[in-house]
């Protein structure tokens, strides 16, 4: 705890409370009121539930953009189901179809259908139209 305002950077350099803390929930909740206000919070939380997987945008482009949100809003709450019904429940229906399966299954599903169509975009710049999914063999059973 002695150490931790030599981990600080930029304006939390700047900013040391003024009270002597003890306790890691105590800095972080410090932390997050200062830096991190409940309007802020508010509309970083909106932007999440309000996800929509764009008609020119990829599956792996969604979940990029999906995680990404989900990291700037530290304090959401989302439980893990609750992230895998809001990111599905978004997603096209086309995209949508693939990943009717119970919520182990579904999140092994997006992160091998993720990083295949993140492979396949930049094995194929350029030659594939933004927007279609291209899925192997392997990808279809798995989908299933």
């Known amino acids: 705890m002695r150490l931790f305002p030599f981990s600080l950077a930029r304006k939390a350099n700047e900013w040391h409370p003024n009270q002597s803390l003890t306790r890691w929930k105590d ?21 999440i539930y309000m996800l929509r997987q764009g008609a020119e945008e990829s599956f792996c ?4 953009r999906f995680k990404r949100m989900l990291r700037k809003c530290p304090n959401h709450g989302f439980e893990d189901i609750a992230q ?7 997603l096209r229906s086309d995209t949508k179809m693939l990943l009717d399966a119970d919520a182990d299954q579904a999140t092994r599903i997006i992160e091998a259908l993720a990083t295949t169509n993140y492979q ?9 139209k ?7 063999t392997a990808n ?4 299933k």
């Open 130 to 136: 933004r927007g279609i999914l291209e899925f192997n």
């Open 61 to 64: 482009e969604t979940w990029e």
């Open 84 to 90: 895998l019904s809001i990111f599905i429940n978004d």
């Open 120 to 128: 396949a975009q930049h094995d194929r710049q350029g030659h594939q």
């Open 27 to 47: 800095v972080e909740e410090i932390l997050l009121q200062r830096f991190f206000p409940i309007s802020r919070y508010i509309k970083a939380k909106s932007k």
């Open 140 to 143: 279809a059973l798995l989908a």
